[in-house]
């Protein structure tokens, strides 16, 4: 079995915000499932289902953001899986909005969610899915500072969210790809994105 964490924050006011990107795939996976989170453990919301032939639980913790390692741990724990086992969905600002990438391991990077995690699990050797949030280059090629937290936070416009949708299918085929053809032909697959020129 696999544990599928997506991060975000509990709380209606959270639905459609940047940070929540996490919490919106596993939504979409579990939608693609025909299924719906309907239980609690570990201190998440939770549905066990079946993904491209494989037993999956999908989880969003209700720990709140900058304690999302506390939920993760508690899955392993109770599933007795390995971080092996483990794939996180979560936002990247670092990331342009509409593109995604898939890491093995690395640092938070300023994640507060990334960084629970790897501090509880103590390694930071675990599967990620990064859904870019960031804001794409203006024509000039200058970056737009995205403005961090008060950015992560509010809601999304209805463009943001169009373009978000359409990076949600992709996570869930990136997810697939890992469950069926393993991680490094996944990577090749939906890392390789040619990068805009300036």
């Known amino acids: 079995m696999k544990l599928i964490v997506g991060l975000g924050n509990p709380g209606p006011e959270y ?5 929540n990107a996490g919490f919106l795939a596993v939504d979409r996976i579990a939608e693609i499932c025909d299924t719906q989170f309907a239980n609690r453990r570990g201190r998440a919301l939770t549905v066990r289902t079946r993904l491209a032939g494989h037993d999956v639980l999908l989880a969003k913790p209700e720990t709140f953001m900058n304690l999302s390692g506390l939920s993760v741990a508690a899955l392993l724990n109770e599933l007795e899986l390995g971080v092996e086992d483990l794939i996180v969905l979560y936002d990247e600002l670092a990331i342009p909005l509409g593109t995604l990438r898939i890491r093995e391991r690395g640092s938070a990077g300023g994640h507060n969610g990334v ?4 501090g509880v699990l103590g390694t930071e050797e675990w599967l990620r899915v990064r859904i870019g949030v960031g804001k794409p280059p203006l024509e000039t090629g200058r970056e737009v500072k995205a403005g961090g937290t008060s950015y992560l936070l509010a809601p999304m416009r209805k463009t943001e969210l169009a373009v ?7 996570a869930v085929r990136a997810v697939e790809a890992v469950l069926t053809k393993g991680v490094s032909a996944a990577m090749n697959e939906f890392n390789r994105k040619v990068e805009p020129e300036n």
Do not use: G, N, R, W
């Not at 960084?115 to 790897?118: D, E, Q, T, Y």
């Not at 978000?164 to 992709?170: K, P």
């Open 15 to 19: 639905a459609f915000t940047p940070h």
């Open 115 to 118: 960084k629970s995690i790897s």
């Open 164 to 170: 978000l949708d359409e990076v949600l299918d992709q």
